[in-house]
């Protein structure tokens, strides 16, 4: 060993966070504010990202790096989300916005399983703690879910059901471990496109915005500001998630399988009809439930075991429908420091 004295190393803490798929998404029309109200139920799933915050000299501002598959689609300015983030903590507590930001990714970009919102929680968590700032869960929970309706959940992980735009949650206790694949495409589909398309499809979206321009246009009132009034007739069907959670709280795979729905999926095969092939190939390999994740177009499988989730994969990646397979297992925690 030399006898010169090291620098200490730049102290910077790491956070981890879950993807998710939507074991159940119900989404009811268009509300005022352009959300819709859904009756979701989230799985984190143990495809993580992970951003690391490092101190930087005062001044300096926000600097963000990225690395891991599909990180050459993913912003670097101001747009990303965990950018957003470190600046939401920064503005809540008063304190300077100077953070290296590193994100590595491991969930699919805009693939519909919240990997942007993962990088948000992971970035409100990691600035909080290396800025000492102190906040409590509920305010970094309010704050994710000004970036985004999935922020919440990244932070919370494991099983929960979304309700108001996703971000309102309760906890669903599950048993044992359950076993996904997920077929990913090269390009991503738009989240907001998704919702337009499922509005055109219900038949739901020119009414409400018309209705809303023309009060606006007469000088009264929209609807927007009589929450209770806008939300009639809009909220999601209710649908019978009874078998959902019995097959949760038991462990059961094949009851989970027959359970997985999708009010997005249409509109998502609308505007790719080659993932209806995807879907096809996971029921010829014996998948016990398969459905587009969220807004797509990534599609889950849900298998017996790992080894049934290699063969759900195999026979995705012989038939050339993928970009990439990835297999996983769900439920998995939520916001983490691990270094
Ligand atoms: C559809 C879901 C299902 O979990 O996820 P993804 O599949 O995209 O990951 C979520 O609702 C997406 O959540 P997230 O991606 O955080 O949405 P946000 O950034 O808040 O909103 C992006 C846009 O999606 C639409 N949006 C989102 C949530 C919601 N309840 N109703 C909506 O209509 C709106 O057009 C909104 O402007
Ligand atoms: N940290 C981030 N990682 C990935 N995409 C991000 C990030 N921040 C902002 N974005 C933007 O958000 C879009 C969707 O993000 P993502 O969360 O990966 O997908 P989805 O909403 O389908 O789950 C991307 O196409 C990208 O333009």
């Given at each position: 060993?030399?006898?010169?004295?090291?620098?200490?190393?730049?102290?910077?803490?790491?956070?981890?966070?879950?993807?998710?798929?939507?074991?159940?998404?119900?989404?009811?029309?268009?509300?005022?504010?352009?959300?819709?109200?859904?009756?979701?139920?989230?799985?984190?799933?143990?495809?993580?990202?992970?951003?690391?915050?490092?101190?930087?000299?005062?001044?300096?501002?926000?600097?963000?790096?990225?690395?891991?598959?599909?990180?050459?689609?993913?912003?670097?300015?101001?747009?990303?989300?965990?950018?957003?983030?470190?600046?939401?903590?920064?503005?809540?507590?008063?304190?300077?916005?100077?953070?290296?930001?590193?994100?590595?990714?491991?969930?699919?970009?805009?693939?519909?399983?919240?990997?942007?919102?993962?990088?948000?929680?992971?970035?409100?968590?990691?600035?909080?703690?290396?800025?000492?700032?102190?906040?409590?869960?509920?305010?970094?929970?309010?704050?994710?879910?000004?970036?985004?309706?999935?922020?919440?959940?990244?932070?919370?992980?494991?099983?929960?059901?979304?309700?108001?735009?996703?971000?309102?949650?309760?906890?669903?206790?599950?048993?044992?471990?359950?076993?996904?694949?997920?077929a990913?495409q090269?390009e991503?589909?738009?989240?907001?496109?998704?919702?337009?398309?499922?509005?055109?499809?219900?038949?739901?979206?020119?009414?409400?915005?018309?209705?809303?321009?023309?009060?606006?246009?007469?000088?009264?009132?929209?609807?927007?500001?009589?929450?209770?009034?806008?939300?009639?007739?809009?909220?999601?069907?209710?649908?019978?998630?009874?078998?959902?959670?019995?097959?949760?709280?038991?462990?059961?795979?094949?009851?989970?399988?027959?359970?997985?729905?999708?009010?997005?999926?249409?509109?998502a095969l609308?505007l790719r009809p080659e993932l209806g092939r995807v879907l096809e190939i996971?029921?010829?390999?014996?998948?016990?439930?398969?459905?587009?994740?969220?807004?797509g177009p990534?599609v889950?499988?849900?298998?017996?075991?790992?080894?049934?989730?290699?063969?759900?994969?195999?026979?995705?990646?012989?038939a050339g429908v993928v970009?990439?397979?990835?297999?996983?297992?769900?439920?998995?925690?939520?916001?983490?420091?691990?270094?």
């Open positions: 060993m030399s006898g010169h004295l090291h620098a200490a190393p730049e102290p910077s803490v790491t956070v981890r966070t879950p993807g998710k798929v939507n074991l159940v998404l119900r989404s009811g029309a268009r509300r005022d504010d352009g959300y819709h109200p859904l009756s979701t139920v989230f799985q984190a799933v143990s495809l993580f990202e992970e951003v690391t915050a490092t101190h930087v000299a005062p001044g300096t501002g926000i600097t963000l790096t990225v690395s891991g598959p599909q990180a050459d689609v993913v912003p670097l300015d101001e747009t990303n989300l965990a950018w957003r983030a470190a600046r939401a903590v920064a503005g809540h507590t008063g304190m300077d916005a100077d953070v290296a930001l590193h994100i590595h990714k491991g969930v699919p970009v805009a693939g519909g399983m919240a990997g942007g919102s993962a990088d948000a929680a992971a970035a409100l968590v990691a600035c909080d703690a290396l800025w000492d700032a102190g906040l409590s869960r509920h305010e970094l929970t309010m704050l994710g879910a000004e970036l985004g309706a999935d922020v919440p959940f990244a932070l919370l992980g494991h099983t929960a059901v979304g309700t108001g735009r996703g971000d309102v949650l309760t906890p669903v206790l599950t048993r044992g471990e359950f076993h996904w694949v997920f990913v090269d991503g589909l738009s989240t907001p496109s998704v919702f337009a398309r499922f509005d055109e499809l219900s038949g739901t979206a020119p009414a409400a915005d018309h209705a809303e321009a023309a009060a606006v246009a007469a000088g009264r009132p929209g609807a927007a500001g009589r929450p209770d009034a806008a939300d009639a007739g809009r909220r999601p069907d209710p649908g019978d998630d009874a078998g959902l959670m019995t097959a949760l709280r038991a462990g059961d795979p094949t009851a989970l399988g027959e359970a997985l729905h999708n009010d997005l999926q249409a509109a609308d996971a029921r010829d390999a014996g998948t016990l439930g398969a459905l587009v994740s969220g807004s990534t889950a499988a849900l298998a017996r075991s790992r080894r049934h989730a290699l063969a759900i994969a195999a026979a995705w990646t012989s970009a990439s397979v990835w297999t996983a297992t769900g439920p998995a925690p939520g916001a983490r420091i691990t270094g």
